[in-house]
Every structure is written in structure tokens, then in C-alpha cells.
């Protein structure tokens, strides 16, 4: 008698933590980090391999057009709602960067101003 009284407010105290949401939970990132110092160094004539060298492998292969890469990432917070996220996508012409696209992409580089003396 004395036990199941014990297990019952055991039972009742865990419910209550529970509800009261107490436990945390860690953020969760998912996908491919994109460094944006690593993005960065991408450009135009780059081979695959030295691709996969700053980025790692694409996270979802693409098994319609084996010339484009796609790297997504995004963080949920402790609801589980997303509240970061960035997309970039690798296009390969003759297995050398074509471009690139989505938000992560790195600005178009302006030629330097030519120095006059």
C-alpha cells in the first residue's frame, strides 16, 4: 500500500516536471555548416574534388543532374522551429564551377580599380 502511494506522487512529480518544461534541449543544426570564409574561396573553374575539399559532400546527391550540388543547412531552436537557414547550389559545367546560387553564395568580385602612377 505504502509503495503504490510512493509511485503514484513518483509518477505525479515526473508528470509535473514534464509539463512544466524544465528539460532542456539543445539547438540542433542540420546539413552542411557553410562557413562563409570557406564559401568564400569558391570560384568560377574550380574542380569537383576542391569543392568537396571546403564544403564536404553535398548533402542531398542529385540523381537527375549529376552537374549540380546542393548544400543546405538550417538550426531549430529548442521548439523545434527553424530559425536559420542557408541554401547554396554548386552548378559544374565540364566537371569545373560554373556558378553559383542561393542565399549562401558568395557577392560577384569587382576587378580591382587599375592603379595609375
Not at 17 to 33: E, F, K, M, T, W
Not at 52 to 78: S, V
Not at 85 to 95: A, E, H, M, P, Y
Amino acid at each position: 500500500m505504502r509503495t503504490i502511494k510512493s509511485v503514484r506522487l513518483l509518477a505525479l512529480l515526473a508528470g509535473l516536471a514534464l509539463a512544466s518544461g524544465c528539460l532542456y534541449r539543445l539547438p540542433i543544426d542540420q546539413g552542411n555548416v557553410l562557413n562563409p570564409d570557406l564559401v568564400e574561396q569558391l570560384e568560377p573553374g574550380m574542380t569537383r574534388s576542391q569543392v568537396m575539399f571546403l564544403l564536404g559532400t553535398p548533402m542531398i546527391p542529385n540523381g537527375f543532374n549529376t552537374d549540380r550540388w546542393d548544400y543546405y543547412f538550417y538550426r531549430k531552436d529548442q521548439k523545434g522551429k527553424v530559425f536559420a537557414s542557408k541554401r547554396l547550389t554548386v552548378w559544374f559545367k565540364d566537371d569545373k564551377v560554373d556558378r553559383l546560387d542561393g542565399d549562401a553564395a558568395p557577392k560577384p568580385r569587382t576587378p580591382a580599380a587599375a592603379v595609375t602612377g
